[in-house]
């Protein structure tokens, strides 16, 4: 059964910082492995979706990476801004069933 | 472009009432998939629909139910509501074929059972 951590749990960054998020899952047979965002009671709005066969994927200051064999992934946010605090959740999806499962998430403050 | 809609956005019912969820998948996804967020926690998967058949089943209370329709809209029935079914409904929705191309998920509806 895949399971997929992700750390930190919480992080307060000030305003400017790069920061990285990171991931982890147990399965590596993956289709792909997707980035969302939640704000408080909201909906999941999805980043960045990287395939099984890619290394990496960017949109803007957003860069995500992909280590399968490691059952890794991280997402690099550059130069954060308060617009950036939400919750990030991580969700891989397996070759073998069709749904994905999310990370715990990590909880962002980016104070100004 | 057109998103995966759900309805309602929110919806307040009494223990022991029912519920209908109702979600309208992206133009020419054939394929539903119904989470439920608790209050802190991580979207848990409930149950998925491919070509109107059950096609993978998570977590989901003996409670509740599910349908995808020949237009590909699903509908989640929640029976005999409890307080500890109180959160946010997800429905995404994808294409069977393509499952490279990810999920896109609808803003959720938040269920309260007071």
């Known amino acids: 059964k895949q399971e997929v951590t992700q750390i930190p749990a919480a992080l307060s960054v000030p305003e400017g910082e790069n920061l990285v998020l990171n991931c982890s899952f147990t399965?590596?047979?993956?289709?792909?492995l997707q980035w969302f965002r939640q704000d408080p009671g909201k909906g999941l709005t999805s980043l960045l979706l990287?395939?099984?066969?890619?290394r990496e994927q960017t949109s803007g200051r957003l860069n995500a990476s992909l280590d399968k064999s490691s059952g890794r992934s991280t997402l690099y946010i550059a130069a954060s801004q308060p617009g950036d605090s939400a919750t990030y959740l991580c969700a891989a999806l397996d070759t073998g069933r069709r749904a994905l499962t999310f990370g715990s998430g990590t909880r962002l403050q980016v104070q100004p | 472009a057109a998103g995966v809609i759900q309805s309602p956005r929110h919806l307040i019912k009494e223990k022991r009432e029912t519920a209908t969820l109702k979600c309208y998948p992206i133009?020419?996804?054939?394929?539903v998939y119904w989470y439920q967020q608790g209050p802190g926690q991580d979207p848990q998967f409930l149950i998925s629909?491919?070509?109107?058949?059950?096609?993978d089943k998570g977590s989901i209370p003996d409670r509740f139910s599910a349908q995808q329709f020949s237009d590909y809209h699903s509908e989640l029935n929640m029976s005999s509501l409890e307080l500890g079914d109180s959160a946010l409904y997800f429905c995404?929705?994808?294409?069977?074929?393509?499952?490279?191309?990810?999920?896109?998920f609808g803003s959720g509806t938040r269920l309260t059972v007071v």
């Open positions: 995404a929705s994808s294409s069977w074929d393509r499952p490279n191309y990810g999920y896109t």
């Open positions: 990287i395939q099984s066969s890619q």
């Open positions: 629909f491919y070509e109107k058949m059950q096609s």
């Open positions: 399965d590596s047979a993956i289709y792909n």
């Open positions: 133009p020419r996804h054939d394929t």
